[in-house]
């Protein structure tokens, strides 16, 4: 199928390289320059494993990137795939969603067939039909049967976003009319995975359900966890135990430091404020926010209930990154834990395998260090902030620390001594 997709950001980038690995022609579209010409340089703007492979077989052949909006005009399907940021009170920003249907309606006043507009995008409920579908058609002047619109949610986790779109759990297609979600199960039909058809609004709110009930999974561990740690009970062990009920199931049950990301902070907070602007008082959404946003400073309490005034004291930050295998530092734990230790006068050093670029952006004002030893080197206190399977290895180097004092916001560490944010060091299995 010749599909365009508007968006070469994380969602919208894998989604062109997988659909052209899958044999559609692709054009993805962007309206930064630069990134179009790396992507056509086969130089991938983000790193995502089996990206690089995927852009090497297929740009110049099945894939291609523009600035230009004209290629639409001659596709079958256009995937929207732009950002939805945080706005301040919360709500989701659709400024994105609406310039982008304009270029799309734009573009299609030529079309001569019928086309698809598939919203990929993160949109609240109603976004497709009462934002894009109308500036589309207006801009296009053509009749609601000449252009179908199709809400396919994407369920990507950043670093292994391919894996998860060429195996997802389900895949989502919301429309209203057979004949466009039709088209869409087309786009899909060499993907072995369930097909869940539904309405456009159903399937919005699948997206922000599913992010949603991640996040609390996460903020219910860490509340047990923050329980646990005052009974002296180790809460891995306990939420083994838990997750091994098929009706809760083991995954997003490590408690810890709290979640972060570019996706469950912003989609939690979207859908607490739709739930108010519904009237609803959404207690249960907030409440998970809230556990979130005390975690990090539940590691500060505890390297001062260590080593006491943090003012002048040196502090080694190990993790940046929101998680592993990326170098996205977006509503990562570590700044609000980086932010506090400021406040409180400590020095800091920190050390991240791949954020530390990113971090430097938003916090010039701290040392960064070449390598963990040297971030630990002299150090009062330590805090470890993201699940990088190579801390695991760590271990001598604390010998060089000033005070071994290691808090543990991710459970990464196996030396004796370590304390966790919620969880008790004497009693690991
Ligand atoms: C998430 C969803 O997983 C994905 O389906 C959706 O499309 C986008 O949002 P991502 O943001 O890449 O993906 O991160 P994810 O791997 O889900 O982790 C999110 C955060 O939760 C990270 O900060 C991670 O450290 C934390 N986390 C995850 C926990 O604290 N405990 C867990 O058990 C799992």
Redesign the pocket.
Same mark, same amino acid.
């Given at each position: 199928m010749k599909i365009s997709i508007v968006g070469g950001g994380y969602?919208g980038l894998v989604t062109s390289a997988c659909l052209a690995d899958l044999g559609h022609d692709v054009t993805v579209i962007d309206l930064d320059p630069a990134k179009v010409q790396q992507i056509n340089e086969k130089n991938p703007p983000l790193c995502e494993e089996h990206l690089e492979d995927l852009l090497k077989n297929t740009v110049g052949k099945s894939l291609h990137a523009t600035t230009r909006f004209d290629s639409i005009t001659s596709s079958e399907l256009t995937i929207l795939c732009v950002g939805t940021p945080r706005n301040m009170d919360g709500s989701a920003d659709l400024g994105f969603i609406e310039s982008a249907s304009r270029s799309i309606g734009t573009a299609l006043k030529d079309a001569r067939d019928y086309h698809v507009v598939v919203v990929k995008s &993160?949109v609240p409920p109603g976004t497709t039909e009462t934002v894009v579908r109308p500036i589309v058609l207006k801009a296009a002047q053509k009749k609601e049967t000449e252009i179908g619109f199709v809400m396919n949610?994407?369920?990507? +986790?950043? #670093?292994? /976003?391919v894996t998860?779109f060429m195996h997802p759990d389900r895949i989502v297609i919301g429309g209203n009319e057979s004949r466009a979600g039709d088209i869409v199960a087309q786009v899909y039909k060499d993907i072995p995975a369930p097909v869940i058809r539904t309405g456009t609004q159903e399937a919005e709110m699948i %997206?922000y359900a599913? !992010?949603a009930f $991640? /996040?609390t %999974?996460?903020s219910f561990?860490?509340e047990i966890g923050n329980v646990c740690k005052h009974l002296g009970i180790d809460v891995y062990a306990v939420m083994q135990g838990v997750g091994r009920d098929h009706r809760i199931g083991p995954?997003? $049950? !490590? /408690? #810890? /430091? #709290?979640?972060? #990301?570019?996706?469950?902070p912003k989609?939690v907070s979207a859908l607490i404020a739709l739930a108010e602007q519904t009237g609803e008082d959404p207690v249960l959404l907030k409440s998970v926010q809230d556990v979130n946003e005390r975690q990090p400073s539940r590691m500060v309490a505890l390297l001062e209930e260590k080593i006491g005034v943090l003012a002048g004291k040196r502090i080694a930050v190990l993790g940046l990154a929101? %998680?592993?295998n &990326?170098d996205?530092i977006r509503?990562? +734990?570590s700044i609000p834990v980086i932010r506090e230790l400021l406040d409180k006068g400590a020095f800091i050093i920190a050390f991240d395998p791949m954020a530390m670029p990113n971090m430097k952006q938003i916090l010039p004002e701290i040392t960064y260090a070449e390598t963990v030893a040297d971030a630990l080197v002299g150090a009062d206190g330590c805090l470890v902030m &993201?699940?990088w399977p190579e801390f695991k290895k760590i271990d001598k180097e604390f010998d060089c620390m000033a005070h071994p004092v290691i808090i543990e916001g +991710?459970r990464i560490l196996s030396r004796k001594g370590v304390v966790g944010i919620c969880w008790q060091v004497g009693n690991r299995p």
């Open positions: 969602v &993160t949610p994407e369920f990507l +986790r950043e #670093g292994l /976003a998860d %997206k599913s !992010n $991640l /996040a %999974k996460i561990s860490n995954q997003f $049950l !490590n /408690a #810890g /430091a #709290g979640y972060g #990301g570019s996706c469950f989609d929101f %998680k592993d &990326t996205d509503d990562s +734990r &993201t699940e +991710r």
